[in-house]
């Protein structure tokens, strides 16, 4: 995924009392101390390496599932796999919510997520006489390996591939690309948990080494969650509706590119609130201890962004030509997500967090 995260002055809040429980008071800075580590805590483990475990899991899944469609090349095995890979595609796309961290140091977003697919030097592959082993799979241009690549084998170009016109060059691909899905998947679980990723975010200001203030590893949250908002309605969306080319769609075989964008919109939402499967504690309740005015705001804007895609009936492909106004819609919805979390909340957490 090409980031591209549009950089806005800071507006400054007024201090808002409502939503003040008689308990607080904003002349004791302390009052939310033991909150704002038990969110860094809870949203560490509940939402960000929970999210990378499932990730891992449902890899596995896939690749078992593309086993047995190599050894038993039918529909039902074909569909069988398709519906793994939107299965990792739905975390995938919530984890852009929270893209910081070893996903963004260790260079693995556009490992696993570039498109467009390049036809060209994919048939070529093809056509070579190269083992599509994992290693070599690894050592492929970006646009060589990852989802989209394993999507275009397994739905082909005009997404109705049946499973008698898998070749056998295309298997060996197929299998070496979920293999080193896989490899990626597990680099990311592995740095989060055993690497300590989990620990640097949930010890920001008390020991870490990543985020040697609360407050940095709270604004580092709130520009993931703005810097998707800003990809989804600017670069995902606005670049093939500009162009009015279907071919710059994210995820145009499998026809799941209004799916993929919606996911990365709920991935701001889990964040915000701090849940992935298990709830927790999240910047929600940062913020409704002083702002519920903005807690409500947030969740509005959301709900108002995830209503504007579900409003486009068809694939994004066609949409961009035949629902434009409906496209233009979703993009400003977006937006207004995106300046929402800029323009107030990311102001809120300098405010309240040091």
Known sequence: MNRSITKVALVALPLTLLGLSCSKSNNNPTDTSDLKTE????TAANVCTASYEDMYAKTQDLLSSVTTLNTTTTDANLAAA?????????????????????????????????????????????????TLNEAYINSLDESLKGFHPVEYILWGKDGNKTAGQFTAR??????????????????????????????????????STEFTTQQAAYV??????????????????????DAQDP??????????????????????????????IKDGKGLEDLVRTNNLSLDTEIKSKHAAAVAALKAITVPFGVAITTQQSLVQNAMIKVN???????????????????
């Open 82 to 130: 398709r519906d793994k890979w939107k299965a990792i595609r739905t975390t995938w796309e919530q984890t852009e919510g929270w893209l910081f961290g070893p996903i963004e140091a260790n260079n693995i977003d556009p490992r696993i997520d570039t498109w467009p697919v390049d036809f060209n030097a994919l048939d070529n592959v093809l056509k070579s006489s190269n």
């Open 247 to 276: 071919n710059l769609e994210e995820s145009p075989f499998a026809k799941n590119s209004i799916i993929d964008f919606t996911n990365n919109i709920n991935g701001v939402l889990d964040i915000y609130q701090g849940r992935f």
């Open 170 to 207: 295309e298997k060996e691909y197929l299998l070496g690309l979920t293999q080193n899905l896989l490899t990626l998947a597990k680099e990311v679980r592995d740095v989060w948990t055993t690497g300590g990723y989990q620990h640097q975010l949930a010890n920001a200001g008390k020991g």
């Open 220 to 241: 580092q949250i709130v520009d993931a969650m703005n810097g998707i908002c800003d990809e989804v309605a600017n670069g995902k969306m606005k670049e093939p509706f």
């Open 336 to 354: 207004d997500l995106a300046t929402v979390l800029n323009d107030k909340l990311k102001p809120y957490v300098i405010q309240y967090v040091k």
């Open 39 to 42: 969110i860094l805590t809870e």
